[in-house]
């Protein structure tokens, strides 16, 4: 069975530009969540989705969003670029009614 | 809000020996807690688990230990390989929290041959 996949797996924009960022959840997996690591905050939760909703937010700011379609893929977008939101973003994908999240390789996105 | 911490940003264990890398988490009311490792260009791996209503869990080469009364938690590896070198997290979650995990900092585990 493929494992969690995520592209791209290298991103390079600048600021005041927007990304939108993709992952494809392990076969039968419907819920997708979505980390920013960073070395100075480390994991940090962003959203999860689950049948297409959101069903929990982190504690970031708008400019972060994302959305997920009826084969369980998801995508995250970020508008307005920062230095700041350099990083790697996760995505981790579960079965219903588990607790245990597989993540993809991660997406190194780097604003300019 | 939770906060989960680690004692440790770097431990350094011979090869052969056991490691024990230490969490430490502030929300009370986390009942799931889980232990991930991180190798270099990788998304996290799962470990081992366990739940607010064990002590201790051991699965293989690996023990979790909790201790709710100072909430602490602790990942033990038994005869410590280089394979194992990595950063390692613990995460922690409320169970009407859905998959909302908070992540500790990470320890870097540094195996010496």
């Known amino acids: 069975k493929a494992g969690v996949t995520q592209t791209p797996r290298y991103l390079i924009k600048t600021r005041g530009q927007q990304v939108t960022l993709s992952c494809s959840p392990i076969?039968?997996?419907?819920?997708v969540s979505w980390y920013q690591q960073t070395p100075g905050q480390g994991l940090q939760f962003l959203f999860e989705?689950?049948?297409?909703?959101?069903?929990n937010k982190g504690n970031f700011p708008g400019r972060f969003s994302g959305r997920q379609f009826s084969n369980s893929r998801s995508e995250m977008n970020v508008s307005t670029l920062e230095l700041g939101d350099s990083a790697l973003y996760l995505c981790?994908?579960?079965?219903?009614?588990?607790?245990?999240?597989?993540f993809g390789p991660g997406t190194r996105l780097t604003v300019l | 809000g939770e906060s989960v911490g680690l004692h440790l940003p770097t431990l350094s264990v011979q090869e052969g020996d056991n490691s024990i890398i230490n969490c430490a988490y502030s929300?009370?009311?986390?009942?799931?807690f889980i232990w991930y490792k991180q190798e270099s260009g990788k998304g996290p791996q799962f470990i081992i688990d366990?739940?607010?209503?064990?002590d201790k869990r051991q699965g293989q080469r690996v023990t979790v230990l909790l201790n709710k009364t100072v909430k602490h938690l602790s990942l033990q590896i038994a005869a410590t390989q280089p394979g194992d070198s990595a950063v390692y997290f613990c995460?922690?979650?409320?169970?009407?929290?859905?998959?909302?995990?908070?992540f500790g900092s990470g320890t870097k585990l540094n195996v010496k041959p």
């Open positions: 995460a922690e979650n409320k169970a009407d929290n859905f998959n909302k995990f908070y």
């Open positions: 989705y689950f049948s297409e909703t959101q069903r």
């Open positions: 981790a994908s579960s079965l219903v009614g588990s607790d245990e999240q597989f």
């Open positions: 929300n009370s009311a986390s009942d799931y």
């Open positions: 366990i739940r607010s209503n064990m």
């Open positions: 076969s039968g997996h419907r819920s």
